[in-house]
């Protein structure tokens, strides 16, 4: 492999400033791998995004992901909004310093810097599908997303999410049990395939990948290169079933708890007509307020190094 023209895109917030910590130890292992590479590190929320239509506009085809699970979603978006190539025609390799770095685990890329460079530059690729949300209430830009999205309970647990993320891993379960004090069931309405049905629910899941909230299993059986969304309608969930299913959520047993229903298809519409505070939507970690949306799958969009 002649690693050359690559683009380096770090977080240094991400792993609550570990990033930043550990790169002049990426940039050791680089250079002494042989790679040739110009960086840039990001500033704000969604930065990322703009620095990668800037890369491939430069002519870069081969980009490096340091941080977690939010700074990859938001290069995915920067390969989805440019128009230069196809999306599935740039690299991404990921060095992975965040809080849950929840997509990685369905493809076991490593954690240890060294590791995570040595699989990039030994060159073997995967493709996956991504997910496509449009907002039907109003003009927001389109959002993509790599691993999961989630409306209602698990859009609030992203919000609180993003105040205790000093807490690591332990985050997403403390931040989970003070939003279910607060959060109530909704009404919504999910139409795919030839399907329409209303109910009262906790949340609406759409997966890609197997791993999301730190650890945490919410969709039965995904599989990121089937062509198809994992959906999980979690309804009428009380303290107690809360309580006694938690577990599930972590072991990959979902479906077996009461109240859980999961189907598979490549493209829903979620209408929830509720507008009030703490009402969210989470696509990969980003957080904004929720609304009627249609969800549709991108076969085979996104390259990386696996």
Partial sequence: ?????????LNPT????????????????????GFKYQFQFTETVGHASIIVLNAVK???????????????????????????VDSSAISVGIIPIGTGNDWIKTYNIPHR?????????NN????QDLGKIEFLDS???????????GIGFDGLVAKKTEKLKHLGKLSYLIAACQAFIRFKNFSVEIIYNNNRFTTQSLMVLVGLCKYSGGGMRLTDTPD?????????NVTQFSIWDFIIHLPKLYNGKVKAAKKVNTFKTEYLVILTNKRISGFYLQADGEVIPAENIAVSLIKQAFTFYC
């Avoid at 810097?113 to 530059?121: G, H, N, S, V």
């Avoid at 990121?224 to 999980?232: A, E, I, Q």
Wanted: proline share 4%; net charge positive; hydrophobic share 45%.
């Fill in 1 to 9: 492999m002649n690693p050359f023209n690559w683009f380096v895109i």
């Fill in 14 to 33: 991400a792993g609550h400033g570990a990033a930043l910590k550990q790169w002049p130890k990426i940039q050791t292992h680089l250079k002494a791998s």
């Fill in 58 to 84: 430069k002519g870069f085809r081969h980009i490096i992901c340091i941080g977690g699970d939010g700074t990859l979603h938001d290069i995915v978006n920067g390969l989805m909004l440019q128009k230069e």
């Fill in 113 to 121: 810097i060294a590791d995570a460079i040595q699989l990039i530059k």
């Fill in 124 to 127: 073997n690729t995967k493709v």
């Fill in 139 to 149: 003009k927001k830009p389109v959002l993509y997303f790599n691993n999961l999205a």
């Fill in 224 to 232: 990121p290169k089937d062509g198809l969304f994992d959906v999980t």
